[in-house]
């Protein structure tokens, strides 16, 4: 095996890869999507909601100390150093395949710089840690998302006892893989990084509060109790790579009313945002001067690398119930990713930063049967056409996508 600074290249992928085995079963996924809108829809109990729960288990989940999170207290902390490079990797499956090969590419043009801010959801939060660190690590990076197999990231529980469980797989090899990847070397290299006013964001979803978890990976790595930081670490990776009904959601505990240790339920940040940009690195890239106008562009950049195309592909509908929630969930996604470049788009504007976006060329065929399928030879296909535009300029957009897909739309004939 080759290694990097003690890393051994061995695969791991993100939130969704899990599901190749089980994609004959869209229907499991659709299924799920199902029930949970039925549910959703029913009346609720109308008091007062208190967003945590008292902790009952006999292991308890992993303490977060106050300050691991943006919405958490503050803690004491390096400042951010000028933020003038700022990434943004977006969830996607099997396609963080393609922001892994578009780093590569970029890498190899001798172009790409260091980044002082990068932030990672679900698929695009296992890449975030390599890019944070550095072009060394785009080796490891590529085998992660062009060797993996279904065996080293779930295990699907037995089906008799799947209503009765948490998700229909377990997440342990995951886990194990993330474990024997974050190591801390790694961990101590983090740290140094943060010690110089850098920041490497996570993000999850609470699904007590039903709102997007944003995590200071750097404060996490930094914490006195190095067996501590690095299990609090892993276990945020993992968070933001479970796929709710799938895999099973990360408890973490954190201190309560009275001083009381309840616990909360996170899971895949890309449930409440694709990607994002914190709040507090816009503002310390635009050190506003009140009277002073904000030039576009002169305080800095935002490269949002989306893992996928801006749009679904087209495909025949029939008009069937489960056949047009799939259509239906696809759209919604897709639209939600556009939606955040948008958002990102007028908050890059507004800080006096250029905005830059790429993503997979519309025309691309993947042969997968969703974004969640394992198969390495798209994946290294995928890779390749990332690589691609890496190397090529960067091949940039400067603008978010329009509302609509201006060139014609192939409609692709299917089995249906």
Known sequence: MNCVAGLTRRPLFGYAAFMSRMLGSRWVLVGLLAVAVVVGCQRTDRRPFSARFPLSRPDPPIAVPPGMTLCGSPAPDAPLRPQRHVLALSSGGLYGAYSTG?????????????????????????????????????????????????????????????????????????????QDQITPDLLNRIVAEHAKGRRLYVATTNLNTRRLEVWDMGAIASLPDRRHAGELFRDVLLASCSVPGMLPPVAFTVPGPNGVPVNEL???????????????????????????????????????????????????????????????????????????????????????????????????????????????????????????????????????????????????????
């Open 102 to 178: 578009f780093l590569s590419g970029w890498s190899k043009t001798g172009t790409r710089p260091e980044f002082d801010s990068v932030t990672g959801v679900s698929t695009g939060s296992l890449i975030a840690p390599y890019a944070f660190l550095g072009e060394d690590f785009d080796g490891i990076a590529a085998d992660l998302y062009t060797g993996v197999r279904a065996e080293d990231v779930f295990q699907i529980r037995a089906w008799l006892t799947i209503p009765f469980k948490d998700a229909v797989a377990s997440s342990a090899p995951l886990k194990k893989l993330i």
């Open 266 to 416: 996170h899971v895949d940040g890309g449930v409440t945002s694709q990607l994002f940009v914190p709040t507090p690195v816009f503002e310390a890239a635009s050190g506003q001067t009140p009277g002073v106008p904000v030039v576009p562009g002169g305080n800095g950049n935002v490269y949002a690398v989306v893992a996928g195309k801006l749009f679904p592909d087209a495909g025949p509908v029939r008009p069937r119930v489960l056949r047009i929630l799939v259509a239906t969930t696809g759209s919604i996604m897709h639209a939600h990713c556009r939606a955040e470049l948008g958002n990102l788009y007028g908050q890059s504007r507004f800080a006096g930063m250029r905005f830059h976006v790429t993503s997979l060329r519309q025309d691309v065929v993947v042969n997968a049967d969703t974004l969640i399928s394992i198969d390495q030879v798209e994946m290294t296909k995928l890779f390749r056409e990332g690589q691609h535009d890496g190397l090529a300029g960067p091949k940039w957009q400067y603008r978010p996508p329009d509302l609509c897909l201006r060139t014609p739309v192939n409609v692709r004939p299917n089995g249906d």
